[in-house]
């Protein structure tokens, strides 16, 4: 929000959002691991494919996160 991108997935500052701290935090990570959803794979998709087939593959499957 600070930078005015819609999400990690524009960060330019960090090729691994594991490496940022504002994503990588305590609760950020409990609760990844509470829904065991993979957040890096998330952005990696969004990265590569864009958002809408991001978006596209989340409803075709039923599903709310890239599980681990």
Request: proline share 1%; with cysteine; net charge negative.
């Amino acid at each position: 929000m600070e930078n005015n991108l819609t999400s990690c997935a524009e960060c330019q500052t960090f090729t691994d959002p594991n490496e940022c701290k504002k994503y990588n935090n305590l609760i950020a990570r409990m609760i990844g691991f509470i829904f065991r959803s993979n957040r890096s794979a998330c952005i990696e998709m969004i990265r590569e494919n864009g958002y809408d087939e991001f978006a596209e593959h989340m409803v075709e499957n039923k599903i709310m996160s890239l599980k681990r």
